[in-house]
């Protein structure tokens, strides 16, 4: 298989809707339909016929006589006045007669059943087609596919936003029943205002998957292409040929685009991506032996107390996280969407173990258990790969934060402060590069990850994009596993292990720009008031083992947290100092 097919078919897998479709003739070749071109040259055909004249070059003919180049909706005007005669001239080009279905003409192919495929289950929400035929349209409704067909200028003032339309089909030629047609020579400078805009939008936030369009007449396409800057997402080509004609060449240039052979046409390419990604999904889905079953067997192994079966389900599913940074190519390009293709396979092999440990650290009561997550931390620390492009290099630093998170999280739930301590500080950093590092220092987001994830969330000016993106698939995770009651919950614990974790580095004294957590940006911090509440009520408050079980250590290290957040108008302070009070000695 073709590597770059590879790639494509698990970026469009891991990325649901990032991908439109940019479609040509070519598309519809094994189905009969002709293409405008030659629509256009049979129709010069009989106008010269009509006129007793018989060359072979039937454009060329008709430029000498009407002294300029056939224009598509001219020369239909020209043989038909009135809407209805025009629809009824175009008909048989585009709809099949009883004999054409029998002979599977004029109808949907493969590729546009494939394609319909595609929309139904989510993958592609938006069609770029040349064409003027329906068989797009014919094939998603044989599927039930809700969609909007956009032929013309004033169709897309009415439009629905992309982001809320199953699918958008914008044919920028037109529709063969609404003769309202662009120019199908190179004679076309430009589009109309509203749909450069559309198509750059489309150009620009969505990666380009091409197929059927040579890219050899359609002057303003090209210069639309050619108008937008941004690299997004990648820009994929799939050639009949090994060699593109210039101008579909230089688009390619342009857009660093990666052309995939397939010489066997539009229907055995996009069969082929269909099958690949569904293919993926289901291996993603299918597992040998389920999560449910490990969480059942480890569980088992917990009330029994069978140390050695916690130790290898835990150090095998650490090992499969730890191999997959093997296949990765750390020097391919890091395009967002390969980005997020990597970070969906990091997650999907890393669910397991984040899972396994959550559970280990809501039971951790032994020194083996202890042992076990601290060792686990270590192991996460080891970044084999130390050359190639910066992000993807950075990816190998994300399973240690789901690991800690997970195991901080749990910890806090269950009130087991004492291992919480012990896991901020005891791991030691194996990373040759970084191995001079303490633990807390080296598990700072600023160190590596914070810039991965503001280049992937740049959209949503997070603060915290490394919170964000642990918060999120961490919730999903534990409320799908039941192992978090609901997600209030969850955000609960969430705030306090962050809570514990900001003082807990003012503490240690580490200056490394740690951050409040996402409770800092909060204006509720009801359940950190109730802890710190508690704190002024018992002298003997759990919460001291993580600060020498001192109240002086721990209000000197909660004192700089506020004095931070006071000198930063990013964090919502909502008095928490008010909160707090020595308890008494009475």
Known sequence: MDDKLLSLSFSVEANKGVYALLLGSGISFTSGIPTGWGILTELCRRIMRVNNADEEDAIKWYQEKYGKPPLYDEVIERLARTSSERQGLLKEFFEPTEEDIEEKRKLPTEAHRAIAQLVKEGYIRVIVTTNFDRLIEQALDELSVQYQTLYHESDIDGMKPLAHSECTILKIHGDYRDTRFKNVTDELQQYSDSLTELLQRIFDEYGIITSGWSAEWDTALRDTIKSVKGRRYSWYWHSFTKELNSKAQDLVSFRDGNIILDNKGADHFFKQLLENVQSISEIKKTNPESLQIKIQKFKKYLTNGYEMGISELITNETKIVLEYFNTINFNEPSSIEVLNQRIQEIKDRTKTLATLVYILANNACTPEHERLLIETLERLTFNKYNNGTPRLLDLQKIPLQVILYCSGIALTKNENYETLDKIFVKPRVRDNLNNHWDFATYTAPSNGLHDLFSFL??????????????????????????????????????????????????????????????????????????????????KEWKVLALFNHDYDDFKKAFTKLVDDFQGSYKYNTNGLMDFYEEPSNS
């Not at 994009?465 to 039941?482: A, C, G, N, T, W």
């Not at 209030?488 to 974790?501: H, S």
């Open 457 to 538: 969330y740049s959209a949503n000016r997070y603060y915290l994009p490394v919170e964000e993106f642990i918060h999120s698939y961490l919730k999903d995770m534990l409320l799908e596993s039941q192992l978090m009651f609901d997600v209030v919950e969850y955000d609960i614990f969430y705030d306090i292990f962050e809570f514990l974790r900001s003082i807990k580095c003012r503490h240690l004294g580490k200056d490394y720009q740690f951050y409040s957590g996402r409770f800092g940006y909060k204006h509720d911090k009801r359940h950190i008031e109730s802890l710190l509440k508690e704190g002024s009520l018992n």
